[in-house]
């Protein structure tokens, strides 16, 4: 198997070469480029036409909004990774609805970290959604809620599945991983691969 080819635009040192240490640790995954500005990744982008562009969508240079639609407009069949803190409705919204295909954030637990975000990146590469946990609490929310569907929550929903929204409602409702799996005929750890509640 070909390695996957990654190219990692984040601003904050640590977290850029954090992330690259990560990936390469699993012998799956090639970073083939750092980039610390929007500006510079884009160019990075095009030159290596990697699989997977793992994206900080707060940049101090370009909006990390305007990257995702930069690098979908070129390269269509690149997967984007969103690597941030910013768990704001607004910032999951926009990143989802511009093309992100996986929201991964910076301040999960310390010790699922580096099982968290190399999940994120497989699912990407399998062409498959993953939302971190954190944001999964956020959407779960919305559902529960008595009040009218906040408008933001229901245009992030609209770009998952049947199937994912099924997975979240169940979630929503105290089922666990194992027993949603159950009840959907599928698999646990494809259960996992959707935006779902962690047991």
């Not at 904050?12 to 690259?20: K, Y």
């Not at 929503?172 to 509640?197: D, L, Q, W």
Request: negative net charge; charged residues 25%; contains cysteine.
């Amino acid at each position: 198997m070909k390695p996957i080819n990654v190219v990692i635009i984040e601003n904050e040192n640590i977290s850029r070469i954090g992330a690259a240490a990560i990936l390469s640790e699993t012998g799956k995954i090639q970073v083939c480029g750092l980039a610390k500005y929007g500006k510079e990744g884009l160019e990075i982008v095009d030159k290596q036409k990697p699989d997977i562009v793992i994206l900080n969508n707060d940049l101090p240079d370009i909006d990390g909004i305007d990257v995702i639609s930069v690098i979908k407009s070129k390269h269509a069949s690149i997967k984007i990774v969103i690597m941030t803190a910013n768990t704001s409705r607004d910032a999951i919204n926009a990143a989802i609805s511009n093309g992100a295909d996986c929201y991964y954030c910076k301040n999960s637990v310390r010790e699922e970290v580096g099982e968290r975000f190399v999940e994120a990146v497989m699912a990407a590469y399998n062409n498959e959604s993953w939302i971190d946990p954190t944001i999964n609490r956020i959407l779960i929310d919305s559902l529960r809620s008595n009040d009218t569907p906040d408008r933001n929550a229901l245009d992030l929903l609209s770009d998952f599945s049947n199937k994912e929204i099924t997975v979240l409602q169940l979630a929503a409702g105290g089922m666990k991983n194992n027993e949603i799996a159950n009840v959907m005929y599928v698999s646990e750890g494809t259960v996992r691969s959707y935006p779902s509640v962690r047991d």
